[in-house]
């Protein structure tokens, strides 16, 4: 097995691409709660928060364990240092604070809160 073929192993399908796909889902599916199931949607909202949330939790554990794995066989390869211990752990809390706010800001609900708490979301 070549180096190429050992860094690439265990390669998401999309790569860095999946970060976005969860975000990408809870946006479009605002609108199908929303305006297509109105009464009943707005139920559905906040398990569809979650269920985006654990999803993308999950997806970056996984990133963060592949970006270590690449460094780590970086590293070995004499191409850069040893990443830091937790390096893959830090690397998704980092991408998790970063997704779960993108999906929060998508969410409806979210601006109807803060028109209620006085707090003016209109620039």
Known sequence: MTESQTQDFDRPRLGWGLVVVPTFVAAVSWPVFCLWIHPGGYIFMPVVWAVTCIWATRINRHLGAWTHARRVAAAQAGR??????????NVAIF?????LI??????????????????????
């Open 95 to 99: 991408l998790n604070f970063i997704q």
């Open 80 to 89: 850069c240092d040893t990443p830091p211990p937790y390096f893959g752990q």
């Open 102 to 123: 993108a999906i929060t800001a998508t969410c409806p609900a979210y601006f109807v809160v803060l028109n209620l708490l006085g707090v003016n979301t209109v620039y």
